[in-house]
């Protein structure tokens, strides 16, 4: 229902502290058409007490033999006029990802639709995003548009970038120095055409970085760094996976400039050529 399990953190103890003491969040937060009663069933699984579970494992079938008795279709999500969806890409606590195409052509495109309880603390994104829109870069997934559902949730449709991150092609270890000067290269000419616009992107790490078909770099998520705690999994990205590229004044929670952009450049750098973030 979420893409993730109920608890996460960087270390076995952590992990283990949570499971004993923090009541999971109800996974509709992180994917608004998760039903209440869905909801509810999945939760009381995971109940601390043993016996405010369900008693047995036929007692829960039963519970959700009657979910799916009374939900016998899913219900298609809202998109903006003119595109169709085409399948969800991921979700986090910020936003759905999709695959869309338009109604009018062949194109496809990524469709991020802000949570409606998150769409305050996205603002950030969205208005780097708007700042992106009509810019062509090589390196920038571009932005066509940037508006408000029905529902009032926020959403933006970019390039549709077929590739993996660049976080999955450090996990193949580390690449020659050629390589990675030219990945690097490419980046900052993106990011240095977002400056051009006044456009940081404070959160610059692999997980941002798509490598379409034809291994150009693409850089997504410009702004999402000023609320870090909207963690993006259809990126792989966490809180404490960003935090490894995080320049010192941001963990010093002092006001960002282009330069926290170039220390992120150069820990990716770091990561390219070592296979593992500088710290």
């Known amino acids: 229902l979420t893409g993730r399990p109920p608890?996460?953190?960087?270390?076995?103890?952590?992990?283990?502290?949570?499971?004993?003491?923090?009541?999971?969040?109800?996974p509709s937060m992180m994917n608004p058409f998760v039903p209440d009663d869905l909801d509810r069933i999945c939760l009381k699984c995971l109940k601390k007490a043993p016996d405010n579970r369900y008693g047995s494992?036929?007692?829960?079938?039963?519970?959700?033999?009657?979910?799916?008795?009374?939900?016998?279709?899913?219900?298609?999500?809202?998109?903006?006029?003119?595109?169709?969806?085409?399948?969800?890409?991921?979700?986090?606590?910020?936003?759905l990802?999709?695959?869309?195409?338009?109604?009018?052509?062949?194109?496809q495109f990524t469709l991020k639709v802000i949570h409606a309880h998150a769409a305050v603390q996205a603002n950030p994104l969205m208005k780097a995003a708007k700042g992106l829109v009509g810019l062509k870069h090589e390196n920038i997934a571009q932005i066509y548009e940037v508006g408000v559902m029905p529902?009032?949730?926020?959403?933006?449709?970019?390039?549709?970038?077929?590739?993996?991150?660049?976080?999955?092609?450090?996990?193949?270890?580390?690449?020659?120095?050629?390589t990675a000067a030219g990945l690097v290269k490419a980046l900052a000419e993106g990011v240095d055409g977002a400056h051009q616009r006044n456009i940081l992107h404070r959160h610059l790490t692999p997980a941002t970085v798509l490598l379409s078909k034809g291994r150009v770099p693409k850089i997504i998520d410009f702004g999402l760094a000023d609320q870090p705690e909207l963690e993006d999994s259809n990126t792989g990205d966490s809180l404490f996976y960003a935090a490894r590229y995080m320049s010192p004044e941001q963990a010093r929670v002092e006001a960002p400039d282009r330069r926290t952009d170039v220390y992120a450049l150069g820990a990716i750098l770091y990561a390219l050529l070592t296979g593992q973030a500088p710290v």
Request: aromatic share 8%; proline share 7%; hydrophobic share 30%.
């Open 7 to 26: 608890f996460e953190a960087h270390d076995r103890e952590k992990v283990l502290e949570l499971v004993k003491t923090r009541t999971p969040e109800k």
């Open 57 to 95: 494992a036929d007692e829960l079938m039963t519970e959700l033999e009657s979910f799916l008795r009374k939900h016998t279709t899913e219900v298609p999500p809202e998109t903006p006029p003119g595109y169709y969806i085409r399948e969800e890409l991921g979700h986090s606590k910020l936003a």
């Open 97 to 107: 990802v999709y695959l869309v195409r338009s109604q009018h052509s062949a194109e």
């Open 151 to 178: 529902d009032r949730r926020p959403y933006l449709i970019r390039e549709w970038v077929d590739g993996a991150s660049l976080t999955q092609k450090l996990k193949e270890g580390p690449i020659s120095a050629r």
